[in-house]
């Protein structure tokens, strides 16, 4: 079945620095790609809508410049946390849609932890 | 999207069938009924969807209210490793929309 990698699965930064997080979809093409953030016992929130070829929507409240949001081929997203703090310590995950409508399900990768220190 | 109310949490021994209720008394004649859960330390995993008939799968089976104001997620013979939070989100039929989470149930599955 289809598969979304992500990696890397865990991740520890200094304060200030940046980290990048890929999302692959393994066997087929994803022309959009959703990021999403899960602290500890909460529920997923959308952070943005990444677009192959085209800037990124972003939900109301992330910030922008600092989550950056690369989607520069049909089966890779990648996400930069810029000068991440330690509130940006997360847990990180991407998805891509199974098919071209809201009939195909979603393909989850297995998120990043990220934890900044 | 239409707003869906799970129970916060619900226990199972194993082995035995688990029943997973849903209400979503405002969705829409277009709106599909999605199943997704996660476990501890991994990303959610699609487990079923349906529109107004009955569906099952080799996961589950998913049953829908006649109105479509409620379903339930069965889980015909609980394993302690479908102890995960079960999330119930409706998805309108048209365009690629990203999936919004609620809070979901989450299940224990004792041995």
């Known amino acids: 079945g289809a598969v979304v990698s992500q990696h890397p699965s865990w991740v520890i930064c200094k304060s200030g620095t940046s980290v990048k997080i890929e999302c692959r979809s393994l066997d087929f093409q994803a022309t959009t790609m959703f990021w999403y953030r899960q602290f500890p016992k909460q529920s997923l929130m959308l952070m943005a809508t990444?677009?192959?070829?085209?800037?990124?929507?972003?939900e109301q409240g992330v910030e922008k410049d600092k989550f950056l949001i690369n989607h520069a081929s049909l089966t890779l997203s990648t996400l930069t946390v810029t000068s991440a703090h330690p509130e940006d310590s997360s847990f990180y995950i991407c998805s891509a849609p199974g098919g071209a409508h809201n009939n195909s399900p979603l393909h989850f990768g297995n998120g990043t932890r990220l934890t900044v220190t | 999207d239409a707003k869906t109310t799970q129970p916060n949490s619900m226990e199972s021994n194993e082995e035995e069938p688990v029943h997973l209720p849903c209400n979503h008394s405002t969705i829409s004649g277009t709106d599909y009924i999605h199943w997704y859960r996660q476990l501890p330390s991994q990303g959610p995993e699609y487990v079923i969807h349906g529109l107004t008939s009955n569906v099952n799968n080799r996961m589950a089976s998913l049953a829908i209210a006649e109105d479509r104001k409620s379903s339930t997620l069965i889980l015909h013979r609980a394993t302690l490793r479908d102890a995960a939070v079960y999330y119930c989100?409706?998805?309108?039929?048209?365009?690629?929309?990203?999936?919004?989470f609620g809070k979901g149930t989450r299940l224990s599955v004792i041995a």
């Open positions: 990444s677009n192959e070829g085209s800037k990124a929507t972003y």
């Open positions: 989100i409706l998805r309108v039929l048209s365009g690629n929309t990203p999936l919004v």
